[in-house]
């Protein structure tokens, strides 16, 4: 059983920076995919970054360039640093780890960007 928690969501204005953390309990030793996705009101959940087994790391288009994802195996964490952030990038962002036909997601954390 693996547990996610989210941290570090919040008000931020526009062009600004944030940073998400999120910790899994239980010691995830190998994942098919563990990252990050988001959801506004009224739209689907979106991938946003995620690592995938192998080493590869997909972004959405929206967020290239300004968002970046990181591991820390030790703490059994995950990251999303967040820059030049627009209006649009507000949503509940929530970590995400698929073990083979599992899915795990954390409760999420609220981004709003906004004047």
């Known amino acids: 059983q693996v547990q996610l928690v989210e941290s570090g969501g919040g008000l931020v204005q526009p062009g600004g920076s944030l940073k998400l953390s999120c910790a899994a309990s239980g010691r995830i030793f190998s994942f098919d995919a563990m990252g990050w996705y988001r959801q506004a009101p009224g739209k689907q959940r979106e991938l946003v970054a995620v690592f995938i087994s192998g080493g590869r790391i997909n972004y959405a288009d929206s967020v290239k360039g300004r968002f970046t994802i990181s591991r820390d195996i030790v703490k059994n964490s995950v990251y999303l640093q967040m820059n030049s952030l627009k209006p649009e990038d507000t949503a509940g962002y929530y970590c995400?780890?698929?073990?083979?036909?599992?899915?795990?997601w954390g409760q999420g954390t609220q981004v709003t960007v906004s004047s």
């Open positions: 995400n780890v698929r073990i083979g036909p599992i899915s795990y």
